[in-house]
């Protein structure tokens, strides 16, 4: 979707364009919001500043990075520490909150939980869900229970293939995304 691994057939289409192979910068650019799973913010610059750099088309970044710290408000205790300074948790915040300042319209969000203490976890699977009703997401996640409680559709796959697409409700009743974790 954000062109940082080739594609090998087919096509990545937005809002009916055609983006495939386009710039990552410009596919952000048409409201495509991305939280990569090693979080990939700036450890030498502090939150703000962090957020600041994502922020630096909006109309009003001081606002958004205010709407986005809302979801997080830890992160407002955090504004000056630097981003290499904060634990696993509070950099998953951190990576989520940036994408959530560009006024993204579909929020692409990459293992969110992966790695962290088991409270931190709950703490952004809460913040994800509650971002369920503000924005379209797209999430790739191995917690099981999350998707099906968060999820509108489900879609399995495997090697880069989908191998599975139903509701929760279906997917939970016939154990399909366990089955696909299994071997895949």
Known sequence: IMNLAEVKEGTVRYRGEDVTGKPV??????????????RE???GLTVKENLRIA??????????????????????ELMDSKGGHLSGGEQQMLAIARA????????????????????????????????????????????TEFIYSL??????????????????????AEGALENILKVG
Do not use: C, N, W
């Not at 910068?25 to 090693?38: C, D, F, M, N, R």
């Not at 109309?59 to 205010?66: L, N």
């Not at 962290?116 to 917690?143: F, N």
């Not at 399995?156 to 191998?163: K, R």
């Open 55 to 76: 922020g630096h088309e909006a109309d009003d970044v001081d606002r958004e990075i205010e709407k986005a710290v809302g979801t997080f408000p830890k992160l407002a």
């Open 100 to 143: 959530l300042v560009g006024e993204s319209e579909l929020l692409f969000i990459d293992e969110p939980t992966e790695g962290l203490a088991p409270q931190i976890a709950a703490d952004v699977r809460e913040a994800i869900t509650e971002l369920k009703g503000e924005q379209t997401i797209l999430l790739v996640e191995q917690s």
């Open 25 to 38: 910068e410009e596919i952000a650019e048409k409201g495509v919001g991305y939280v990569p799973e090693e």
């Open 41 to 43: 913010i700036f450890a």
């Open 151 to 172: 999820s509108d559709r489900v879609y399995g796959m495997v090697d880069g293939d989908t191998v599975y697409e139903g509701t929760p409700e279906e997917a939970k």
